[in-house]
């Protein structure tokens, strides 16, 4: 005898999983939903949802770190519930390893002074908070006003900076940019300094262009300009990108706390420090420099804990994270990822260079990414390149430089330690592909150019709308057989 049951309805165990009920209808997206559903479903519909998302190894727009070990994969999963402020050896020995990386003066036994942040937007702000308050009390000392409080950066400098301007009420003086110079211009940014200025930010990797900015030049000036006025301005710098790129690949450069002028540096873990989103540090110079009403003191987890951090709690993986990079890759690791990131970018710009139409707009010496922008964009421009290029999976950026560059338009691709050789060399092949796709299809802006065109006699002759149109129908149906001759059977 065959023993057989019916599933029942309810039986939910034994439904397929997309033809159950909860996997077919569409699931509510403002108002809680009233009923459970199984656990299997919601991971299923959520899972599928995140396909949807562009492959985060080929977004080639991001200096987020995309790859980690399978080991430190594991380690994160079994920090994933501890909370951070529980936590002070990890950050503690962090904080200590990158003070030292960036020259921090201290003495042999000496404990740096510096926190684990969310990323170099919290340690910027932090870092902000500290000049502000410094510079309160030294003129509320002199007896002086100490409301006007501003900042001198460059026009390039990320968007961190105008929130912590915003939010913090201080006013941003920006070094205004030119066409082929996209950083600050240190003789600038002194001439604009004043005795309110809190603090001169310098960028250690452009997000634009991926430049250092002269923090030397920037620091001799500036010690001469102190001189002269007494103000004693100091120098933040902001090396999101560039701090743990600097002392692997550039380790004459001086930059960091080997400057006087330099009283604290933010960097972010998760970039070139090769962590996971979520990370970043803020480290000061000495104690001096981070005012001591800043910092609470807490008691109610145990010990006595000091906090100085916009958040409490928060996770803790990318802390052990960042500690297990600090300890597997030490110095040579590091140095070893950043000069394999150097050579594949290097890889990149050879090839873009090699197809004879664009510019190279980032340096030999910087974050290692690619910036460049065509040198004709009459018929098309750097947009469409970003757009056609999405169809063969990767992002990369277009955008236009900040004042007075905005005439000026780039695309960025940023080398992870992800990015590989051969990965490199099937961007520039796709590259190449898409430049002879834009070649047969007419300019989208093409409209007003269209309008006049040259005769044989060399005079401008008007064509009428419909001409232009029928011109431009006839190269998109060119262009749309040629491709289905040489696309198959897709
Ligand atoms: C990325 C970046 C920031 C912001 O850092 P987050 O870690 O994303 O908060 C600030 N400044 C520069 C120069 C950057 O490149």
């Known amino acids: 005898m065959v023993l057989s049951k019916t599933a029942s309805n309810s039986d939910v165990s034994v439904h397929s999983t997309f033809a159950s009920r909860y996997v077919r209808t569409a699931l509510p997206r403002f108002k809680m939903p009233d009923d459970s559903i199984p656990k299997e479903a919601a991971w299923q519909i959520i899972n599928d949802e995140l396909m949807l998302d562009g492959n985060p190894r080929l977004n080639l727009a991001s200096f987020v770190t995309t790859w980690m070990e399978p080991e430190c994969d594991k380690l994160i999963m079994a920090s994933i519930n501890k909370n951070y402020v529980d936590m002070d050896e990890y950050p503690n020995r962090c904080v200590n390893m990158i003070a030292n990386l960036f020259h921090a003066p201290l003495g042999e036994a000496e404990t740096a002074v510096g926190v684990g942040t969310v990323g170099s937007s919290e340690a910027i702000m932090l870092a902000g908070l500290a000049f502000k308050r410094r510079w309160q009390n030294k003129m509320k000392a002199a007896g002086k006003p100490h409301d006007k409080p501003n900042i001198v950066t460059g026009a390039n400098v990320q968007v961190c900076w105008e929130k912590f301007a915003r939010y913090f009420e201080v006013e941003l003086k920006e070094v205004k940019l030119s066409e082929g110079y996209y950083v600050m211009n240190p003789a600038k940014a002194v001439e604009m300094v004043d005795e309110n200025t809190i603090c001169v930010a310098a960028i250690l990797g452009s997000t634009l262009n991926g430049e250092f900015e002269d923090v030397k030049l920037l620091n001799d000036l500036l010690v001469e300009k102190n001189k002269q006025t007494g103000w004693g301005t100091p120098i933040h710098v902001d090396a999101a990108s560039g701090g743990f790129i600097a002392p692997f690949l550039y380790p004459e450069l001086e930059w960091d706390f080997t400057l006087p002028l330099v009283k604290s540096i933010n960097v972010s873990g998760h970039k070139y420090g090769l962590v996971y989103a979520g990370i970043g540090w803020c480290i000061w110079r000495s104690k001096l420099d981070l005012p001591e009403e800043l910092i609470f003191h807490i008691n109610y987890l145990g010990a006595d804990q000091p906090t100085f951090t916009l958040n409490f709690s928060k996770g803790s993986s990318q802390v ?46 910087g974050v290692p990414l690619v910036a460049f922008s065509l040198k004709d964009s009459s018929r098309h421009t750097e947009f469409e390149i970003s757009d056609f290029l999405r169809r063969f999976g990767w992002i990369v950026p277009a955008y236009t430089m900040p004042p007075d560059a905005q005439h000026v338009t780039v695309l960025r691709v940023v080398i992870r330690e992800d990015f590989s050789r051969t990965l490199a060399e099937r961007l520039v092949g796709d590259i190449v592909k898409v430049l ?45 057989q040629n491709k289905k001759k040489t696309s198959g059977v897709c």
């Not at 006049?452 to 749309?480: C, D, M, N, P, Y």
């Open 320 to 365: 052990i994270a960042q500690y297990y990079q600090l300890i597997r890759l030490g110095f040579e690791g590091y140095k070893n990822i950043m000069e394999n990131c150097q050579e594949n970018a290097r890889v990149l710009k050879e090839g873009l260079v090699k197809t004879g139409r664009f510019n190279i707009v980032s340096k030999e010496q």
């Open 436 to 480: 002879e796709e834009l070649d047969q299809i007419p300019a989208r802006v093409t409209c007003k150019l269209a309008a006049s065109e040259e005769s044989s006699e060399g005079k401008l002759v008007k064509k009428t709308a419909i001409e232009v149109q029928r011109e431009i129908t006839t190269a998109w149906k060119k262009f749309v």
